[in-house]
């Protein structure tokens, strides 16, 4: 009884398709780009800031990678990356709040 | 539908009731009141804690392997193929977003701060970590998170033995970071005098408790990721997953993925700039 009630259900998980999915490339490029990342922090840019925002931009790149195929954003429900991005959005906040009188007092290579 | 979900609630053998969460729930709080006015109070509380998660844990790998949990679990069409159990992991990764974004960004008014105020300088990339082995463990991570999501594909096209050594391999990757972590701290505690309150070689005093808090912080989430991955091993090796069954493999590795997403902006953030 319990059984076939349960059998009826759309089993969480069981999406039934056997699609390929990208992880090993993915992981490919995760060890790449942390390979830039770490010649990049050794380069000597003009201003301090143009290699903390590279470092940053890949650093970026490397989580949206992984939240897209590991966490598979990319396969969910768009309004799931409502939750995400709300607590982003706080954070976009805060990090404009925090820095918006320290910029200029940004460190020096 | 709405009548076969009823009748799932009433059956006796589908249970999907536990005390545990209560003893968790009070065990968190009186820590949490304990940290603030007495931290014997604090230690009851995660003593509490730790019980009723043990508890909780031990009750589960004695049940049955099947294929419904039970209510909360399903696919309600209303939620588009995601489940409760998804969506509370979803909102619990939200709330670490803007807790590692308090820690990252205390680090960070401190040190565009005090750099003017107290004259002495952060630490340049390299100038006291190690960012070559750094470099390595950040790929140790980067393997776990590959190792972790082939684990939920075994499963999902019902191949147990490969679950159950992807899911032994992510456990030991995240062992190995750990491990790396520990020894890191210790060298730079104890060998280098990087402390929470000083620092060697004029480098800000406030540098080492900046560094200890967000990357002590993240080892601890590595640390319960160890942790959530030993009970899923435990879980794997008696057969406690299956095609049907698997959705614990999948939130464990949203959480495993998401501590990895942390380290990626700590590697950058704190490391190489």
């Known amino acids: ?109 | 539908m709405a009548e076969a979900r009823t009748r799932r609630y009433r059956e006796p053998n589908v249970h999907h009731g536990s005390p545990w969460p209560f003893v968790i729930a009070i065990g968190a709080a009186v820590s949490y009141v304990g940290l603030i006015i007495n931290l014997p109070l604090m230690v009851l509380g995660l003593v509490v804690f730790v019980s009723g998660a043990v508890g909780w844990l031990r009750d589960d790998l004695r049940t049955t392997p099947r294929a419904f949990y039970g209510p909360g679990t399903e696919n309600l069409p209303v939620l588009g193929r995601v489940s409760a159990r998804k969506l509370a992991t979803w909102l619990f990764l939200a709330t670490e977003v803007m807790f590692f974004s308090a820690i990252i960004g205390a680090a960070w008014t401190v040190r565009l701060r005090t750099t003017e105020t107290t004259g002495l300088p952060w630490a340049y990339s390299g100038q006291i970590l190690n960012v070559p082995g750094t470099a390595f463990v950040t790929f140790i991570l980067i393997c776990s998170s590959l190792t972790m999501v082939e684990a939920l594909a075994a499963i999902e096209r019902g191949d147990q033995k490969h679950m159950r050594y992807f899911l032994l391999a992510t456990m030991l990757l995240g062992i190995t970071f750990l491990a790396f972590q520990a020894n890191e701290f210790y060298h730079l505690y104890f060998t280098d005098h990087l402390t929470f309150t000083s620092a060697p070689d004029g480098i800000n005093a406030n540098f080492g408790a900046a560094f200890f808090a967000q990357t002590g912080t993240h080892g601890a989430h590595v640390t319960a990721g160890v942790l959530a991955l030993a009970y899923l091993n435990v879980k794997a090796w008696k057969g406690g997953f299956s095609k049907e069954n698997h959705e614990t493999v999948e939130l464990v590795g949203l959480y495993w993925h998401f501590v990895d997403v942390v380290w990626i902006f700590l590697f950058t953030l704190v490391y190489l700039i």
């Open chain 1, 1 to 109: 009884m319990a059984a076939e009630a349960a059998a009826a259900v759309p089993v969480v998980g069981a999406t039934g398709e056997h699609v390929r999915r990208p992880y090993v490339y993915v992981f490919i490029i995760l060890a790449v780009v942390t390979l830039i990342e770490v010649y990049v922090s050794t380069l000597d840019f003009p201003q301090a800031i143009d290699r903390i925002s590279l470092l940053i931009v890949l650093a970026t790149f490397k989580a949206s990678l992984v939240a897209a195929y590991y966490m598979h954003l990319k396969y969910e429900p768009r309004w799931i990356m409502l939750i995400p991005f709300g607590a982003l959005a706080l954070v976009f906040v805060l990090v404009a709040a925090l820095t918006a009188s320290s910029v200029p007092v940004l460190p020096q290579p």
